[in-house]
């Protein structure tokens, strides 16, 4: 039996290098998931990175970074159910919208409403739970998001 190789990618955004690697056997990944991931603070961070340090929204920004790195080692086995949209185009969408609604809430909220409009009526039958998973946000969270933005933008229109 010979030795398991590894992959190992690094990406680094907003003042966070994250460094994830995947163990491959004979077949490809042994796993959909990295075996190791490791989240530092770039050498190059602007200071106000390093005064907030590690938040939920670097988890967040973290989680997508992953995310892109396992798509371009083991694939992306998602985008079959998400009939309609492209994971692609859903992944473009979040990559573009800011980590909270703490930090652009316009930008935040219509983003958001425009994700779920998307997801629904391309007829996703979870939309909340895509949602959900893409954001790093819990579902009752993105309930609760997806109501003020309701609230915010359909109401003046």
Do not use: C
Request: proline share 7%.
């Amino acid at each position: 039996m010979s030795a398991a190789k590894k992959i190992t990618k690094t990406k680094t955004e907003a003042g966070w290098t994250v460094t994830a690697t995947w163990e491959i056997g004979e077949d490809g990944p042994i796993s959909t998931g990295p075996s190791s991931v490791s989240v530092t603070l770039a050498p190059d961070a602007d200071p106000k990175v390093k005064v907030r340090g590690y938040t939920t929204g670097v988890a967040r920004r973290v989680e997508r970074l992953i995310s892109d790195m396992q798509t371009e080692v083991v694939g992306q086995p998602e985008a079959t159910h998400l009939s309609g949209i492209s994971a692609r185009a859903l992944r473009d969408a979040v990559a573009e919208m800011p980590d909270s609604p703490r930090k652009g809430p316009d930008a935040y909220y219509r983003g958001l409403l425009e994700l779920f409009d998307m997801l629904d009526a391309s007829g996703h039958p979870a939309p909340i739970n895509v949602l959900s998973d893409r954001l790093g946000v819990p579902k009752q969270t993105i309930k609760t998001q997806l109501a003020t933005a309701r609230q915010r933008y359909r109401s003046t229109t």
